[in-house]
């Protein structure tokens, strides 16, 4: 007995790869797609190489009043088009929200698959974190919970490809000459993400996030997100390690590394890989985190996310290694 | 019950493919893993992103003498290398080739899958066609088939990213700085490809291949593989569109579209895209085709194979759609 | 004493160009530009680096009749917004269009400098070659003109970088997520470059272009083209290579290399490389040409056409080598 | 009256850049060229573009002993193995050291020309600063002369294209399908570099560059270096962006923006764009430089050197534009 799930927002990299991976999930059958740019089309004419019968699916213009019976919504929604639209699909329908409107909203549980997975279970209203979050959060929360770090003054210097860049569907903004051989800083001092960073980052410590800074860069390539995270802390590597190995135990899509880790490590994936590296002497403890933005940092953690609510195994339709090289 | 599967020169991209794919294959269990470079090393130390019993597996030194027991294997080692060393497998292993060395060789079937799957069923020995051949073949069949084009004279401007051209394992000659950027022709006139193609043309139309043109071009991109084949001919464009639906109608893996192809539709999947754009006024009929080089033009087509031998669902495994963006 | 230059279309890949060319230029001086979607900043707001008086010389709103006094003007816009707009130009204003709208237009020299510079020099109207046919035809001359190939039935197969896909300006259609990592076929079959290559191929051959066949791709890499040429013709390889030394013998932008040309040989410079392969026993011969799409493309043809106008050294300006890598 | 030049090293990506920018130097001529694995070919052999006389320079095996008569030496041989040897040049010979051995070594200016240019005058020997250095250093000078940061505890995320990783010549560790589409951290917690930066910022503030941290990371692009430098310091952007305007009045290569720079601003120039965004509140500057490593991070910057131990303008063979897009 399948799960009827639906997506809206199919035009965008989000609810494309959420399409991606429900075509080949052994439980959800998709049965609605709605999108803004391509309402009316097939699927196989945004997707070519789709056949059978989700070739045929039509796209239909979002309304959140005629929706067909569904069990979970994910809705890739451009920000702010989401709070609205949501609040008027029925209860019965599970949303898992990839936009950023709900995140830390009361109402919805803030979706960190891989850290507190049993505050997802059982929730019918999930908002999935934002791509830098998702490998940031990933990669701190071991050291916040063990205080090995301090939660305040944390620098994230962050890097993503170009799928990532919170442009949404197909129509990017980027012509391909001007981001290409391109390394782009932008969202200088204040960024959308900052919030629900600061806001988890308080509630694994108990302490205050002051001091945040968080500067993201465009790297020339379609999909991968590194963060490299300056902590102050007096932890040295090995007990850095040591505490996400025990905080991940058990965990099916985290890896802990020694080595620095590599976008292309988790590229097609739902894996996060962390790592660490730190010294004493100065009060440093470097964190890294790896995702892919449209894997755990968009698509793959929300089906993660709806494996949970659904009471599937969390692996379901996720098993596939990082695509290499 | 799984069928013991082993991969020879899992240090390469395509052995490395074949793993991730029989990682995620409902029936297969890799339990041996060869290679050169790699030889007592964990295959996580070299895939940072396997866990549990398949990232604890050994690489061994290759020895067709001291195989465990196999019901597949799976070999990718350099051409030349494979002649002798596969000869000492027993013949209860089946195996699949992925080297060039038995390609239309007595006792070894031409794993063309889409086109000759009854060929390949009941086999024990598979020779896998070469990623180009792949991409060309799949292309040529229905118009070869059905004399709408003649098997002389035709010409193949191939294009492929850099992950398949034939430098095996992960030691690429290939600098980055020199091969980024850049379009490289290479291997002008002749190609170790070219026998296998022949032979196959003249196969599929019962004409004589002479005058076969290929010529092979790096791009600056990981994978994909795109053929455009100049052939004289008299017939339409629809002609050949309907000649090819016909031909793969009810087949899973081949798509045949009217716009043309892209190599980023089939890019991490086993998917073939074919295409068609003919001028009766000129005698010209171009066909193109679209592969990723180490999906259908390596390991996916591989497995395809194993699939047909060991009487699967052909799909097995195989059943993901292309990573986009 | 300087020549007084203007650019029209100055937001465009090709206008930029010209402008970097021109401002280390040891003759001309840039005092106009025109563009439209940049019309009221400063150059520098557009170009970052530049500086000094350059840096701040305002882009006017294109209007033909209210230009300043210009000695020579470089045109570069879209396609059918030249014809109109240029024929108002004064005469006594020299112009070298980039743009398509007046190749092989009575009153307008062909520019194909490095074939036939003695047509070009004392001529006030120009129109610059296309890329394609910048690289085309310069390798095909020598072959042409010593009638070492058939003019009937060239086939060319076309690989671009994405800044010279004909989309002008900086607002390209070509999101970075769908262009990168894919290499894409397009214009099959007919293609606004083709009548200008026909023609050009008829002049120097003295024979009939019928059955010209041309089929670009768009390349993932910004900048670079490369053509493989399929002709009939009984000469060997070093007949096609001594014909194209003589040929170009003291030219000073065409190499002529045994090895097949790499795109990235000429990036950043106003050089062509043309090289050959030819199998008598075929009927085949194979010409490559190579350019960078905004030098010997657009750019830089296009100011060593100004040069040979002008009658400047032909080098002037231009003798940058290529960047690489 | 020409200067003569010899360059060692004429076989890495920076011998070749000086190369480049010596062919079109006005007072330059290359007399000289040694490497290792090209000893006895033509310069035409390594750099298919060149013509004439630099074409047919035969490169030679390096030994300073034997060297012809030379005005100026650049030399960039690998780590270590510049000292001995270059100690064995006469001193008549002017030496433009780009490798690291004489960084703030007695008897050797450190070749921060847009910073010092008057320390570099007159010296006969010069240490050319390292790539990360070049863009580290140029945006921190004019905060560190105003005190506007403290020098303690600066924390440098560095980012550069792979031709810049240090890995010399043009024999590239770096295989292709490895490093393209993937963003990898290396050099954790120390680096080759970061003794000449905590040196210089000693230097330039009169303070203690305690507790700097430095992390690279490796890029998908050929050529750019970005540091995103995270100080301590209760300016202003304006202040900063002042101070920075003051500091390179009239310097020739260095542009101060309000926009954070790309990296691509610099390719293929001898530019360093530098840029601040700082938060009082926070106690936080951020300070971001922008160079091409192969530019101002490598041979621009030596070539810059050279013109100012030989008394000519600084702008010297240094005035091309950005090669864009």
Redesign the interface.
């Given at each position: 007995m399948s799960i009827r799930v639906g997506i809206v927002g199919i035009s965008g990299?989000g609810g494309?790869e959420v399409?991606?991976l429900v075509?080949?999930h052994p439980s959800f059958e998709l049965v609605y797609a709605a999108g803004e740019s391509s309402a009316g089309s097939r699927l196989a004419d945004r997707?070519?190489?789709?056949?059978g019968k989700l070739a045929e699916l039509v796209i239909e213009k979002w309304d959140p009043e005629t929706l067909p019976k569904l069990d979970v919504l994910f809705a890739s929604l451009p920000t702010g088009a989401s709070a609205g639209a949501l609040a008027r699909v029925p209860m019965d329908v599970k949303i898992v929200d990839i936009g950023g409107d709900h995140r830390h909203v009361e109402g919805w549980a803030y979706g960190l698959a891989d850290v507190w997975p049993a505050q997802i279970k059982g929730q019918v209203r999930v908002a999935n974190p934002g791509c830098f979050p998702a490998a940031t959060l990933n990669a701190l929360a071991p050291l916040l919970v063990d205080k090995l770090i301090e939660p305040a003054n944390i620098?994230i210097?962050a890097?993503t490809?170009?799928?990532g860049a919170g442009r949404g569907g197909?129509?990017?903004?980027?012509?391909?000459?001007?981001?290409?051989?391109?390394?782009?800083?932008?969202g200088?001092?204040k960024h959308v993400h900052m919030p629900e960073m600061a806001e988890t980052i308080e509630r694994l410590s108990g302490g205050s996030a002051s001091?945040l800074?968080f500067?993201p860069?465009l790297?020339?390539?379609?999909?991968?997100v590194?963060v490299?995270i300056?902590c102050r802390g007096h932890a040295t590597t090995d007990q850095c390690l040591d505490a996400a190995r025990r905080f991940y135990a058990g965990r099916?899509f985290v890896?802990v590394?020694e080595?620095?880790?590599?976008?292309?490590?988790?590229?097609?994936?739902n894996?996060a890989?962390v790592s660490y590296?730190a010294?004493p002497e100065?009060?440093?403890v470097?964190a890294?985190g790896v995702v892919d933005n449209l894997g755990k940092g968009a698509a793959g953690q929300a089906v993660q996310n709806a494996n949970l609510i659904c009471s599937l195994p969390e692996t379901a339709g996720l098993?596939?290694?990082?695509?290499?090289?």
């Open positions: 990299f494309g399409m991606r075509a080949n997707f070519p190489g789709l056949s620098v210097d890097k490809g170009i799928s197909s129509d990017s903004r980027f012509g391909y000459a001007e981001s290409n051989e391109n390394l782009i800083p932008y200088l001092l001091g800074v500067t860069h790297v020339p390539m379609t999909r991968g590194l490299t300056y099916a890896r590394t080595k620095p880790p590599q976008t292309k490590w988790a590229t097609g994936s894996l890989f590296a010294d100065r009060n440093l470097i890294m098993e596939g290694a990082a695509v290499w090289p």
